[in-house]
């Protein structure tokens, strides 16, 4: 994985910005970085949704980045911070719907946040679900 900066065409607001995008193979990934006012707004919006899970906008980029915009669950992309789209954090840290931000994990699908709730974030039940879905039954 490569980082390099420069400029790009902003996905939000159409404009020509200074940019961090990240080169993974045949993948880029562009960091959510434009000074356009539009993309401002959108920055300080995520900005705000995020502190409450104890994260600046650039450590949300940073695991946004570092996840190359994909979920980590499923793989599809998340995009910007939207409805559909959570912070993932440890809930044995910190329980609730707060994060004193270095449990937080990372950037999912809510759909696929709910999952791991389900299987009580214990890589062990993950393990025996996806052996499960693997298994080829006698009766079928």
């Known amino acids: 994985m490569l980082e390099i900066k420069g400029?790009?065409?902003c996905a939000c607001c159409g404009g020509m910005n200074e940019r961090r995008?990240?080169?993974?193979?045949?993948?880029?990934v562009w960091a959510f970085r434009c000074d356009s006012p539009?993309?401002?707004?959108?920055?300080?919006?995520?900005?705000?949704?995020?502190?409450?899970?104890?994260?600046?906008?650039?450590?949300?980029a940073e695991i946004h980045l570092y996840q190359r915009g994909r979920c980590p669950i499923c793989t599809e992309p998340i995009?910007?911070?939207r409805p559909g789209i959570v912070i993932d954090h440890d809930h044995t840290c910190c329980p609730g719907r707060k994060s004193c931000g270095?449990?937080?994990?990372g950037i999912l699908h809510h759909q696929c946040n709910?999952?791991?709730?389900?299987?009580r974030d214990d890589p062990d039940n993950a393990e025996r679900a996806?052996?499960?879905l693997r298994e080829e039954f006698p009766w079928q």
Do not use: H, P, W
């Not at 995008?21 to 880029?28: D, K, R």
């Not at 539009?38 to 949300?60: F, M, T």
């Not at 270095?102 to 994990?105: D, E, G, L, N, T």
């Open 114 to 119: 709910i999952a791991l709730g389900m299987l």
């Open 79 to 81: 995009g910007k911070f």
């Open 130 to 132: 996806a052996d499960y």
């Open 7 to 9: 400029t790009a065409k």
């Open 38 to 60: 539009k993309c401002n707004e959108d920055q300080q919006e995520i900005a705000k949704r995020v502190r409450k899970y104890g994260l600046s906008y650039d450590e949300y």
């Open 21 to 28: 995008f990240v080169v993974s193979g045949n993948e880029t």
């Open 102 to 105: 270095r449990c937080v994990r």
